[in-house]
């Protein structure tokens, strides 16, 4: 029970922690193209697949002028509490009402009515979910690493279909730390690579699922544009730092290293922990963003 106490405050804490370095990263450009390409339309339609706690749509609420009707497709439940919790602090925040109301938050503004239903389930069984003729952009935010081949062609294939307007922001790509270290490319290279590790699904994609959804709509005649979303994580940002040095200690800790590398992992963790701690440490994390107008 305390386990799954901590799991939860552990998920919830890390998608905040992200969250401005998202905001921060957006491309700013690209992101203009869609906000323009829905900008006739007075009342939009949005599925926020992978939704977390609700990110994705905290930010472009206020960034569409239009009234929005969204849908959070979110499989793990245990994030549903705090995705309310953050749109009703957005809501008092903007003075704006909030009611919910079998199962739909209504947040109302002098101009706008937004409406957000949280889905727990599958994204990949968004057909069956909500009604793909009324929707007027899938929205993703750092949703498909962990996904395999198929399951990237069947998200892929279904919007094609559909010819569904489809936005996929901060998808990772690699790190680059600042300063370097002889072992950087040895760890960083065995992180991505257990993000490529078998899952019950298949083989995961890891840093390469972006480009395969470029290259997967790009066979497809789709209507693609994409740009890099970097994240700069400067000295100050310690607990982001922590955040990303546990990541890398958890998986390379699975990976079952040969003793002389972990002795050299050891190391190599100890001299980024110093650096962070005397100030010295920046890190570059690596991102695409896709849009796809359907
Ligand atoms: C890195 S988090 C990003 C969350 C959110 N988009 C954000 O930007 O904060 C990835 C999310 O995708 C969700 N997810 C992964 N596979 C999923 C699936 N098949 N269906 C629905 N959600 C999924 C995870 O539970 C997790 O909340």
Redesign the pocket.
């Known amino acids: 029970m305390v386990e799954e106490e901590e799991k939860e405050n552990f ?1 919830i804490d ?2 905040n922690e ?2 401005p370095f ?1 905001v921060e990263a957006r491309n700013k450009a690209l992101e203009s193209k869609v906000i323009a390409h829905l900008a006739k339309k007075s009342s939009i339609t949005l599925v ?9 749509c905290l930010y472009f609420v206020e960034q569409f002028s239009q009234n929005q009707n969204w849908y959070l ?4 439940t245990d ?1 549903r509490k705090a995705t309310i919790r953050r749109l009703k602090d957005y809501a008092n925040y903007y003075k704006y009402s909030f009611e919910q109301k079998k199962g739909t938050i209504h947040i109302r503004s002098v101009k706008r009515k937004i409406t957000v239903t949280i889905l727990n ?5 968004l057909a069956a979910l909500v009604d793909l003729k009324k929707v007027d952009l899938v929205l ?4 498909f ?3 395999s081949t198929e ?1 990237i062609s069947e998200l892929v294939d279904l919007i094609t279909k559909n010819k569904l307007n489809f936005y996929h ?2 998808s990772y790509e690699g790190m680059t730390f600042h300063p370097a270290d002889p072992f950087d490319d040895v760890f960083v290279g065995a992180y991505n690579e257990h993000m490529e590790r078998p899952q019950d699904f298949g083989k995961a994609l890891g840093r390469k699922a972006s480009q395969y959804m470029v290259e997967l709509f790009t066979a497809q005649e789709s209507a693609i544009q994409s740009a890099t979303s970097t994240w700069n994580i400067a000295p100050i940002d310690i607990k982001m730092h922590y955040y990303l040095l546990n990541f890398m200690e958890n998986a390379l800790g699975e990976m079952d290293l040969a003793p002389a590398m972990q002795s050299n992992f050891e190391k190599w963790i100890r001299r980024k922990k110093d650096l962070i701690i005397t100030g010295q440490q920046r890190l570059e994390i690596a991102h695409l963003d896709i849009f796809v107008k359907g």
Do not use: C, I, K, P
């Not at 497709?73 to 793990?76: A, G, L, N, S």
């Open positions: 998920d890390w998608l992200r969250y998202d926020d697949v992978g939704a977390g706690t609700g990110s994705n497709v979110e499989q793990d994030l389930d599958s994204l990949l069984n993703a935010n750092a949703v690493d962990l996904f399951q922001t901060l």
